[in-house]
């Protein structure tokens, strides 16, 4: 289970540094895609295997299904840690999650995600005053 928040800078050459704990759990090779809410989702490759399997059985007809499709998968890259713990963000990424200097790399479960540190700080700004906690009944939570 990825658990926690860890925060880091990227480097001049587009590279992050994945917490340690998290490379115990996803591997030194994993996906990285665009996630929603303008972050970065991160997927060890048997969690990345089971979403490729749910997302065969869409049908090809449905709009929405070849939307997220295409968005998904088709911003998605393959990555390898380094000796030092980092991977390479392709310039794709970083721009769609606003990611320049600081980021936040959280766990939420089976997958990571990597934030644009000015996106998270400002992500639960609205929700405090009781989004979240709406949100969170209407779950059974």
């Known amino acids: 289970m ?9 480097d001049p050459k587009g590279r992050v540094i994945i917490p340690a704990k998290f490379r115990e ?12 809410d ?8 048997g969690e990345w295997g089971i979403l490729h399997e749910k ?3 869409l049908p090809i007809t449905d709009v929405n299904a070849r939307k997220f499709v295409r968005f998904f998968f088709g911003g998605a890259v393959d990555v390898q840690v380094d000796k030092q713990g980092r ?14 200097k600081d980021i ?4 939420v479960s089976n997958r990571a ?12 700004i609205d929700e405090v005053d009781g989004g979240l906690s709406a949100a969170m009944s209407n779950l059974g939570i």
Do not use: M
Request: net charge neutral; proline share 2%.
């Open 2 to 10: 990825l658990l926690g928040e860890y925060n880091h800078s990227i």
């Open 25 to 36: 759990v996803l591997g030194d090779n994993f996906i990285i895609t665009k996630g929603l």
């Open 38 to 45: 303008k972050c970065l989702f991160i997927y060890s490759l």
């Open 55 to 57: 997302v065969k059985s």
């Open 87 to 100: 991977v390479f963000l392709p310039q794709n990424l970083r721009s769609y999650a606003n990611i320049e």
């Open 104 to 107: 936040v790399t959280i766990g």
């Open 113 to 124: 995600e990597i934030w644009g540190k000015e996106n998270w700080a400002g992500y639960f």
